[in-house]
């Protein structure tokens, strides 16, 4: 990624939470600290991002999935996305994309490896058109998180090991109340997380189901 993009790697960065897909790991204890960001974890910052309307409450997490090139994983042109760097010449796909300005609060890699690429006190640019429950805007008042994979693939042990802890770390610094997937705010639209993400996996921590 070109310089002066992307922030260094926090020193303490953290390390992924398994070295490889499927196997099984030890979820971790994490924090999010009053500016925002995950204590100790590595940090990408993007310029796609702005504040929040002001005294709107943050009740809704939103769980996305990414790979590029599509179905392609392990490399870092998702960074470059979100981080305005990405060649358009170096994929085919690219082309269609290099232009969007988007972000997301987290991305989980698929060997569990965390990255925040915006504070969660502010709005990352990842629900594009959408509307929850009646309200429309979601980047106004949700923390939108993406998984490295597709609808074609399942995600990982290691994934799930990183998400359980991360939501409860949302839970314990906002008042998030209700849990969603990118095709929940944007039927017909979009289809992420897909077929393959199992729900159940997230019961027990802290953010009960739609209820925002």
Not at 15 to 39: H, K, M, N, R
Request: with cysteine; hydrophobic share 40%; aromatic share 8%.
């Amino acid at each position: 990624m070109p310089a002066g993009h992307a922030t260094p790697d926090n020193p303490n960065a953290q390390t992924p939470l398994a070295p490889s897909e499927g196997s099984a790991v030890t979820e971790a204890t994490l924090v999010i600290d009053a500016a925002g960001w995950l204590s100790g974890g590595r940090r990408v910052e993007s310029p796609n991002a702005d504040e929040r309307p002001a005294g709107e409450a943050i009740c809704l997490a939103v769980i996305h999935a990414i790979s590029l090139p599509p179905d392609e994983f392990g490399g870092d042109d998702i960074l470059r996305l979100f981080t305005n760097t990405l060649d358009p010449a170096a994929h085919p796909y690219f082309a269609g994309i290099a232009h969007l300005r988007v972000s997301s609060h987290f991305l989980i890699r698929r060997d569990g490896e965390l990255i925040q690429f915006v504070a969660t006190t502010r709005r990352a640019w990842h629900a594009g058109v959408s509307n929850w429950q009646g309200r429309s805007r979601c980047n106004d008042f949700s923390l939108g998180i993406e998984l490295e994979g597709g609808d074609a693939h399942p995600f990982t042990d290691a994934q799930y090991a990183a998400l359980r802890p991360l939501l409860r770390a949302l839970a314990e610094r906002h008042p998030v109340q209700a849990l969603a997937g990118h095709s929940d705010i944007a039927p017909g639209r979009k289809t992420d997380p897909g077929p393959y993400f199992e729900w159940p996996r997230l019961v027990g921590t802290g953010i009960p189901p739609r209820q925002c």
